[in-house]
């Protein structure tokens, strides 16, 4: 709630836009007008990157209108969280926009996800970590506790007919080949519900 900007940051997969859902999920009623999600990803140049942001709160830019300039007027009195996802496409395109709208609304709190930092004064960093992985040649309850191998389990028991057919030592390897990363393992997962790990 101090920061008015924060980035979370980190390699594809990590879960960055899964961790600002939650985020948002558990501060919205923080916000009197809410929070309003624009994915960023399909936006190419600065004009298509405005146009995401008006059509997404609903704001008409006039002809010949500066849309910054619009979009910070309609924020200038409301008090919510907006969520950037995916902006490492047009990552060095945002700074002056974001300066504009946060100088212009003191209650907009903006949280973006992205691979690449956006180097916008007094933003706020958070690196999403990749899961904890088990060390090879823990014991049994420690593989089994990894946050990395209960993920891998539960997005794995959509078929239950292959839920014990791989030792735990087994799944935690896997984990390990794929770093922790989140979307790897569900990825994996899914090829598993077909066959074993191994």
Not at 65 to 73: E, G, K, P, Q
Not at 125 to 148: F, I, N, Q, T, Y
Request: hydrophobic content about 45%; charged content about 20%.
């Amino acid at each position: 709630s101090d920061s008015r900007l924060v980035t979370l940051h980190g390699p594809a997969g990590v879960g960055k836009s899964r961790l600002a859902q939650e985020v948002a999920h558990h501060v919205r009623d923080r916000y009197s007008e809410g929070v309003w999600w624009v994915d960023l990803t399909v936006a190419g140049d600065l004009p298509e990157v405005l146009a995401r942001l008006a059509g997404t709160l609903g704001v008409s830019v006039p002809p010949n209108a500066s849309a910054t300039d619009v979009l910070a007027a309609h924020l200038h009195y409301r008090e919510l969280l907006l969520v950037l996802d995916n902006c490492e496409h047009v990552a060095g395109l945002l700074p002056p926009v974001l300066v504009a709208l946060l100088k212009g609304a003191a209650g907009l709190r903006i949280l973006a996800t992205s691979r690449l930092l956006l180097d916008v004064v007094g933003e706020s960093r958070w690196e999403v970590p990749p899961l904890p992985v088990p060390v090879a040649g823990a014991d049994e309850r420690s593989l089994s506790a990894s946050d990395a191998v209960v993920l891998f389990q539960q997005r794995r028991s959509a078929r239950a007919d292959l839920a014990g057919i791989d030792s735990v030592a087994d799944v935690a390897e896997l984990c390990r080949r794929v770093d922790g990363v989140p979307l790897a393992l569900e990825l994996m997962a899914t090829k598993a519900q077909r066959q074993s790990v191994r």
